[in-house]
C-alpha cells in the first residue's frame, strides 16, 4: 500500500467505539492506537505505539495537512489532520464516543503538527482527490468518498454479499439476538421467582424476618441461661448465710458450755457437811 491509503484506511473506522490501548477493529480504538493501526496497514514507516513515542521520533512540520498528525496538551492525545491547516481531525476521542472527525479547536493546547514519512501535505500524498475527507464535514452526503463509509462498515462486518444474502444474514442476526433475549427474559423471571418464593426459596423480606426470629430466640435463650446462673449465685449466698448463722449458733453453745463448765470448777462440794463427829 501507498503513504496515501493512510487517510483513506483510518476513516475506513470511522464508528468504531474507543477501547483504551485498542488498535485494532476487533478491539476497538484510543487515540494514538487509530494512527499507529492505519499506519502499519498503509505500510508506512512509524516508531512507538503510543504518542509520546511518536513525538519523539517523528519530525515535526509548520505547514501541517491531510495525513499529518497534531498533539495536544503535552501527548496526551492525537488526531490525524483532515485538511489543510487541520481545522479538523480524525480521532478516537474517549470512551463515551467513538472514531470520529471533530475540530481541532476544544481539545486544550495544541503541541503542534508532526508528519508521518511518505505522508501528509509535506510529502504531497494525500491530494484534495484522494483524501475520502478533503470535503467538509458538513457536506457530507451518500455520494461523498466518506459518505460511502458506513457501506464500507456494514461490508466490513457482512462481507461482500448480495442484497438477498444480506437480507438472510440479517434475518440469522435478528433470530439469533432474539434467542438470547429470550433466555435472558427466562433467566430473570426465574431469577426472580426463586427470589419472591416460588421456587422454594426465600425472598429479602422472608430472609431478614428468619434473621430476626433466629435472634429472638437465641436472645430468649441467653436471657434463661442468665436468670439460671442468678438463682444458682443466689443459692449460694444463701448457702453461706445459713452456714454462717450455724457457726455462731454453735460458737454461742461452745461459750454457754465452757461457762458452766467452768462455773462448776469453782464450787467443790465439802465431804463432811452432814457427816457424824466423833465426840470423846
Not at 4 to 20: C, E, K, N, T
Not at 95 to 104: C, L, N, R
Not at 127 to 155: C, E, I, R, W, Y
Amino acid at each position: 500500500m501507498a503513504g496515501s491509503d493512510f487517510l483513506s484506511i483510518a476513516a475506513s473506522q470511522i464508528g468504531r467505539p474507543y477501547v483504551w490501548g485498542g488498535d485494532s477493529p476487533q478491539t476497538g480504538f484510543d487515540c494514538s492506537g487509530l494512527v499507529y493501526w492505519a499506519a502499519r496497514q498503509a505500510g508506512v514507516p512509524i516508531t512507538g505505539r503510543d504518542t509520546y513515542q511518536m513525538m519523539a521520533t517523528l519530525p515535526r512540520t509548520n505547514s501541517p495537512g491531510p495525513g499529518d498528525l497534531v498533539f495536544f496538551n503535552g501527548g496526551e492525545h492525537v488526531g490525524i489532520c483532515t485538511d489543510v491547516g487541520c481545522s479538523h481531525m480524525l480521532n478516537s476521542p474517549n470512551p463515551s464516543t467513538v472514531v470520529q472527525v471533530d475540530p481541532v479547536a476544544g481539545f486544550g493546547s495544541i503541541d503542534g503538527y508532526w508528519s508521518i514519512p511518505g505522508v501528509g501535505a509535506q510529502d504531497g500524498s494525500v491530494s484534495s482527490t484522494s483524501n475520502p475527507l478533503a470535503t467538509p464535514v458538513s457536506d457530507l452526503g451518500p455520494n461523498s468518498p466518506a459518505g460511502d463509509l458506513p457501506k464500507q462498515f456494514v461490508q466490513d462486518i457482512f462481507g461482500s454479499k448480495s442484497a438477498g444474502e444480506l437480507l438472510i444474514r440479517g434475518f440469522e442476526i435478528f433470530a439469533g439476538s432474539m434467542i438470547i433475549v429470550s433466555g435472558s427474559v427466562f433467566f430473570i423471571m426465574a431469577l426472580s421467582k426463586r427470589r419472591a418464593g416460588d421456587g422454594g426459596g426465600e425472598n429479602t423480606y422472608q430472609r431478614v424476618a428468619r434473621q430476626v426470629r433466629y435472634a429472638q430466640r437465641q436472645a430468649e435463650i441467653e436471657a434463661q441461661h442468665e436468670r439460671g446462673r442468678q438463682r444458682r449465685a443466689g443459692a449460694v449466698e444463701n448457702a453461706k448465710k445459713l452456714e454462717a448463722q450455724h457457726e455462731a449458733g454453735r460458737r454461742i453453745r461452745m461459750n454457754a458450755e465452757a461457762k458452766r463448765m467452768a462455773k462448776q470448777a469453782k464450787v467443790k462440794p465439802d465431804s463432811n457437811i452432814g457427816g457424824n463427829e466423833d465426840v470423846t
